[in-house]
């Protein structure tokens, strides 16, 4: 057999197109990163009471709370107690409830729910998450259409427990309306621990007890 030559076609990009396409690869990545704002507040424990005198438990004494804005949006609570084991809230249908106020537009309070029908809140969207006594449970809340006479739009979102922090996350679609909501700089967000005895669905919380609160932050910029 007479001797051949045989060629191997190429199957590795050139070193060049691999470096290339890093370099997209990195600066995509960079781009999705600086894309995410977070803001966090710090905290101090041992400052939560329902009244004057009366301390409300570790698991509502709130030590950190971040917002964190990118395609969806990110709230987390840190808190001083654990949340593996919580009693059951007292009242008839009570709940416990870590809260999340968003304030997009600093020259609107809509009306109504989850407070009584003629109150008003600076609050245009609320995202928080709630303990029966049973399960927890994550809501966001959109009460613009209450500012047209409408009513508050309440949808359900994930929320995960673990250890003394919990984390919610409004999906891609409801984050959507947020950022598109916002009216910078006078654009604020809060976080707040409630005891709600008297929880109704449609109707929220009858009488609700503070117990812990970050006043209202700067938007994550």
Not at 65 to 81: E, K, N, P, R
Not at 196 to 213: E, I, M, N, S
Request: aromatic share 8%; net charge negative.
């Amino acid at each position: 057999m007479k001797n051949q030559n045989i060629q191997f076609n190429r199957t590795t990009p050139p070193l060049r197109t691999v470096g290339s396409l890093l370099c997209v690869l990195l600066v995509s990545l960079a781009a999705l990163t600086a894309r995410a704002q977070t803001a966090t507040v710090i905290d101090p424990q041992g400052d939560a009471y329902y009244t004057p005198g009366l301390e409300a438990p570790a698991f509502l004494d709130i030590l950190a709370a971040s917002f964190t804005i990118s395609d969806t949006l990110t709230l987390t609570v840190d808190v001083a107690g654990s949340l593996d084991a919580l009693p059951n809230p007292p009242g008839s249908g009570g709940v416990f409830d870590w809260h999340f106020g968003l304030n997009t537009d600093n020259s609107t309070d809509p009306r109504g729910f989850p407070l009584p029908p003629r109150q008003t809140a600076g609050a245009e969207f609320e995202v928080e998450a709630f303990w029966d006594g049973t399960a927890f449970s994550g809501r966001f809340v959109d009460r613009r259409p209450a500012l047209t006479g409408g009513s508050a739009l309440l949808y359900s979102i994930p929320v995960s427990v673990s250890g003394s922090r919990i984390t919610l996350t409004v999906p891609a679609a409801l984050a959507a309306k947020v950022r598109a909501a916002v009216v910078l700089p006078a654009a604020t967000w809060n976080c707040s621990t409630v005891l709600g005895q008297t929880f109704l669905l449609g109707r929220g919380t009858d009488d609700a007890h503070l117990a812990d609160t970050i006043g209202r932050q700067p938007w994550p910029q």
